[in-house]
């Protein structure tokens, strides 16, 4: 059986055969604040008086990068949030281990990495369940948290993630290291990180590999440490839309 797990604890079940994605439609949808016990608050301790951000990195796990990645946010002494895409989950389930054995927090990237809105139903669909499934089955855990490839949302898309029950992540500020910028300019734009922020990366570029000690010793001077992304009600404006993530203390 394929248990979608709830915030109380409890799961819904959706058969899993060559009928899965209409099983899993039977899942009863709801919003995604409902599907979070925690509302972000803000938790300043000792070193971070300013709060939290969060270091997100998509795409993965990419053998070329992932091990020296985690060594320096693991000498930097900082989590982050790795959104993974099913295809590279499931050829490289090992790396997807040693992120979560380093401390860091997985995610959900879709399987291959779509245009959602343009994929339509059920193949959009299938794409998020089946990563979480493949995810599940790698780390023991459930993924609470799906970032949609592009940013790209629908009302489908939105549908989509609270039947199962995941977080939509989008982010504040993007490195756009996807487009070539190199680790000066990844490092400048993380200085543009307000408390609560979220920044995007992707674990195949050096360049954000390199910017990661740069960025942490820039936060901490500012006040501010990496943490986890929680739910919050309020609208953080993205575009011509909102989301409700944040960065809060892990």
Request: charged share 20%.
């Amino acid at each position: 059986m394929i248990k979608v797990p709830r915030s109380s604890g409890r799961s819904r079940r959706l058969v899993a055969s060559s009928g899965a994605v209409a099983a899993a439609a039977a899942v009863v949808a709801m919003s995604p604040a409902a599907g979070h016990a925690a509302v972000a608050e803000r938790h300043p301790h000792l070193g971070c008086p300013n709060g939290y951000v969060a270091l997100t990195f998509d795409d993965g796990p990419t053998a070329a990068t992932l091990p020296t990645l985690l060594d320096r946010l693991r000498a930097a002494g900082a989590r982050a949030t790795f959104f993974n895409q099913g295809n590279n989950a499931e050829a490289r389930p090992d790396l997807v281990r040693a992120e979560q054995r380093a401390g860091m927090w997985i995610g959900n990237h879709t399987n291959t990495h779509p245009h959602l809105p343009q994929l339509g139903e059920p193949d959009a669909f299938k794409e998020i369940l089946g990563t979480q499934l493949t995810l599940r089955r790698i780390t023991g855990r459930w993924p609470t948290l799906f970032r949609p490839p592009y940013g790209e949302v629908s009302d489908q898309v939105r549908a989509d993630e609270a039947r199962l029950r995941v977080l939509e992540v989008l982010w504040t500020v993007d490195s756009r290291d996807w487009a070539g910028a190199g680790t000066d300019e990844i490092v400048a734009a993380a200085r543009t990180l307000q408390p609560g922020g979220i920044i995007l990366m992707h674990d195949w570029a050096q360049a954000s590999v390199d910017a990661v000690p740069r960025i942490v010793s820039d936060l901490r001077d500012r006040g501010l440490c990496p943490g986890k992304i929680a739910f919050t009600p309020k609208k953080v404006p993205f575009g011509d839309t909102y989301f409700h993530a944040t960065a809060v203390a892990p």
